[in-house]
């Protein structure tokens, strides 16, 4: 027993924290373009952060419920509706049997996650659900969800008579009124001089319409290099942003090849992809360069409020 | 062993970790990078994740929230000096991948013989006469990088690329030469097809080829073909 989808929506995958340990294979990471909010999503529930979650990308998906459950819906608001009721997110809401879990229009971000109490029951692809949806394997059949499809649950919930009339995890997600992104140099950066990069933190950039799970196509200052540059293929990762050989910037997501050819410019630190993940074609991006340090300062603030977020649900659990 | 000039350390964001060794394509050099990356299959540290090799460099990930970049690269620094002390040259077993060359599985072996200005029989003869060199991994799942080549069937990439290649297929790229592991668009000059599935999901380790392996393509027939085929299929 589990969900049954009466309509796909646009791009709904099963996605998890990734698929670690193959790169060296080729296999890319996948997993969820928001790992923050799918996180929060299963500490809601009292799951494993590393439950899989359904990642619903700006028209979400109808959902039939085949059994009572307990759900949690976080990242962007794409107006989750249940039987034509608005449901609120960031808290633990009781579907009964039979309900059916819609999506409207997004008000805020481009990614909603839905996570169920102790999980989807799918079967795990080289130690991960996420959805490798190239290659065709992991998640649900590796492919999107379309029409017919039945997610199975690990458990099915029971009412104990909790109420759930708290919410808890929007206070550590990160606001959507400014386009700062941070950044730290790229392994290439000092190859570009002076006037090519000039406007590299000055300008805005445009997220093109060329915007996928793989990466964003970004308009914005030309970054040319002074001379071209020969480089043989290495490494690249998520948030990572290459230049083309005419100047374009691309900035790479969750589902981003293992290696690239192009000189990395600049890094987009670990902390602020969740806000990266939730802007949409259209939106500009304004970097900030920070150090290394500060990186990893920002991700460590983060893990400790997650730890906090996690003990005040703990409590309320009880 | 020739020893590395130039060892460079530098971070690919906050989570990774980058030994460049050198700055071109050279055996030497991707010995030194399989010799790190099996040293890290034995000897990993607290907050490893994962290793990348590349044709200069290994990237490491790590998590950052148990280690960081200083404490990583001291470790990998101390974890080279013992390396490349013990580094001795071997040489890496001989991978035959089997090739049907032609016909309807190599749609291109003609155009490729026509550019090179020989037969295709010489071409499939150049084709297998080299051992090649995984260089690395990369562009799709179990898709080697490789080097050594014959240059006289380099061949352009096809103007219009084919909107679908099948898993399996042998191409030529410039100077290059592959095999696509799953079906993709590509623009590749195709001239056969390999029975051998070079990436399975259900197989571990589930890509055939890592970087370091060492192989040679063998031309065979269509009922080989076949055989081989079935026997990857579990038939």
Redesign the interface.
């Not at chain 1, 670690?20 to 296999?27: F, N």
């Not at chain 1, 043989?232 to 990762?237: C, K, N, Q, R």
């Given at each position: 027993m589990g969900i049954k989808v009466v309509k796909g929506g646009l791009l709904t995958t099963v996605q998890d924290l990734g698929r670690?340990?193959?790169?060296?294979?080729?296999?890319i990471v996948s997993g969820a373009m928001d790992t923050l909010a799918l996180e929060i999503g299963n500490l809601l529930l009292g799951n494993h952060a590393a439950e899989a979650g359904l990642e619903c990308t700006l028209l979400g998906p109808n959902l039939l419920f085949e059994t009572d459950q307990l759900v949690a819906i976080t990242g962007g608001n794409l107006s989750p509706m249940v039987d034509g009721k608005p449901v609120k997110m960031w808290r633990p809401v009781f579907i009964p049997k039979g309900a059916m879990l819609c999506f409207g229009s997004a008000i805020t971000g481009c990614r909603s996650y839905l996570t169920v109490f102790g999980g989807f029951d799918l079967p795990m692809?080289?130690g991960s659900y996420s959805t490798y949806l190239?290659?065709?394997?992991g998640g649900y059949e590796g492919r999107m969800l379309k029409k017919d499809d039945e997610l199975p649950f690990k458990n099915i919930y029971k009412p104990n008579g909790a109420v759930f009339n708290w919410s808890a995890g929007q206070q550590l997600y990160p606001e959507f009124s400014d386009n700062e992104i941070r950044v730290?140099k790229?392994?290439e950066y000092e190859l570009f001089t002076g006037q090519s990069i000039a406007g590299l933190f000055t300008d805005n950039y445009l997220i093109t319409k060329e915007a996928d799970r793989m990466g964003y196509r970004l308009e914005g200052p030309a970054l040319l290099l002074p001379e071209p540059k020969e480089m043989?293929?290495?490494?690249?990762?998520f948030?990572?942003i290459q230049v083309t050989s005419n100047g374009a910037a691309i900035l790479l997501m969750a589902d981003h090849?293992?290696?690239g050819g192009y000189p990395?410019v600049l890094?987009?630190?670990?902390a602020d992809l969740t806000k990266l993940a939730q802007m949409k074609s259209g939106q500009q991006i304004r970097f900030k360069l920070v150090t290394?340090a500060e990186?990893?300062q920002a991700?460590?603030h983060r893990?400790m409020q997650l730890k906090q977020l996690k003990q005040t649900i703990t409590l309320k659990h009880i | 062993m020739k020893a590395v000039e130039t060892i460079q350390y530098y971070p690919l964001g906050d989570s990774a970790i980058v030994i460049q060794l050198g700055n071109e394509i050279s055996e030497s050099i991707q010995h030194h990078i399989s010799s790190i990356c099996s040293f890290l299959e034995d000897y990993s540290f607290e907050g490893f994740i994962e290793y990348v090799p590349a044709f200069t460099t290994v990237t490491i990930f790590y998590d950052a929230l148990i280690t960081d970049y200083e404490t990583a690269q001291s470790l990998l620094q101390d974890m080279l000096l013992e390396i490349m002390e013990g580094i001795e040259e071997k040489d890496a077993p001989v991978v035959e991948i089997p090739v049907l060359y032609g016909g309807t599985q190599g749609p291109d072996l003609s155009d490729v013989a026509t550019h090179a200005g020989i037969s295709e029989t010489e071409v499939i003869a150049l084709h297998t006469a080299g051992e090649y060199l995984v260089y690395m991994i990369g562009f799709a799942p179990g898709f080697p990088y490789l080097g050594g080549m014959n240059e006289k069937i380099a061949t352009p990439r096809k103007e219009t690329p084919r909107s679908k290649i099948a898993a399996g297929s042998v191409g030529i790229a410039g100077a290059q030469t592959g095999v696509y592991p799953i079906e993709t668009p590509g623009g590749w000059q195709i001239i056969g097809q390999t029975p051998l599935k070079l990436f399975d999901v259900e197989r571990q380790p589930p890509a055939l080829l890592k970087a370091g392996d060492k192989l040679r393509f063998v031309a065979i027939n269509e009922a080989e073909f076949n055989k081989i085929k079935g026997q990857a299929n579990g038939d």
């Open positions: 670690k340990g193959y790169r060296k294979d080729g296999i692809v080289l190239k290659a065709g394997f730290m790229g392994p043989l293929s290495s490494a690249v990762t948030g990572t090849q293992t290696t990395r890094q987009v630190i670990t290394l990186a990893r991700l460590l893990e | -």
